[in-house]
T-cell receptor, first 111, second 111 residues
Framework: SQTIHQWPATLVQPVGSPLSLECTVEGTSNPNLYWYRQAAGRGLQLLFYSVGIGQISSEVPQNLSASRPQDRQFILSSKKLLLSDSGFYLC??????????FGQGTRLTVV | LAKTTQPISMDSYEGQEVNITCSHNNIATNDYITWYQQFPSQGPRFIIQGYKTKVTNEVASLFIPADRKSSTLSLPRVSLSDTAVYYCLVGGDNQGGKLIFGQGTELSVKP
């Protein structure tokens, strides 16, 4: 069976510090991978998606970047965090455009 | 990508049947309709998916009229634990990996 791992669960970082969130998927190959952000009380905002190694599509220009160094690894990064980067970050994988399976999420608070 | 429109919120009482309707006027021939459920501080989870007519599983039913321009998620005899945000997604495999969630419907079940 397929599983998705996302860590850490919670993170408190000072403004201006770097960020690295990692997501890995097991039990499948060549999945579509996604990073979403959810602000309090709001919907899911698609940040990045990838259909293969090294292929990253950015949906919203912002202070974040994503990389896919391996088939089942997706990393969300920032060189310098802003207060507005606070939120609930979710990684997901899918085999088509009709389904997505989510990790448990990372609650990021920038202080 | 087909745009979806759902009510922002709905209220219900325990034991009632809840129907949440999603409009997707621009649905394409190859698009599927998928519904997700999200509890606070968790990632969304797949509930049900359909292409046309009616689909039923152990959790819900999905009704899709012949023109497919809308769909209705039906939750039978809701309980307090069904309080969540419900998302309707429309998409197919011709979207290059992109998977966008709308604002969803916040369902509140009261005792």
């Amino acid at each position: 069976s397929q599983t998705i791992h996302q860590w850490p669960a919670t993170l408190v970082q000072p403004v201006g510090s770097p960020l690295s969130l990692e997501c890995t998927v097991e039990g499948t190959s060549n999945p579509n991978l996604y990073w979403y952000r959810q602000a309090a009380g709001r919907g899911l905002q698609l940040l990045f998606y990838s259909v293969g190694i090294g292929q990253i599509s950015s949906e919203v220009p912002q202070n974040l970047s994503a990389s896919r160094p391996q088939d089942r690894q997706f990393i969300l990064s920032s060189k310098k965090l802003l207060l507005s980067d606070s939120g609930f970050y979710l990684c997901a994988w899918g085999r088509s455009n009709t389904e997505a399976f989510f990790g448990q999420g990372t609650r990021l608070t920038v202080v | 990508l087909a745009k979806t429109t759902q009510p922002i919120s709905m209220d219900s009482y325990e034991g009632q049947e809840v129907n949440i309707t999603c409009s997707h006027n621009n649905i394409a021939t190859n698009d599927y309709i998928t519904w997700y459920q999200q509890f606070p501080s968790q990632g969304p989870r797949f509930i049900i998916q359909g292409y046309k007519t009616k689909v039923t599983n152990e959790v819900a039913s999905l009704f899709i009229p012949a023109d497919r321009k809308s769909s209705t998620l039906s939750l039978p005899r809701v309980s307090l634990s069904d309080t969540a945000v419900y998302y309707c997604l429309v998409g197919g495999d011709n979207q290059g990996g992109k998977l966008i969630f709308g604002q969803g419907t916040e369902l509140s079940v009261k005792p």
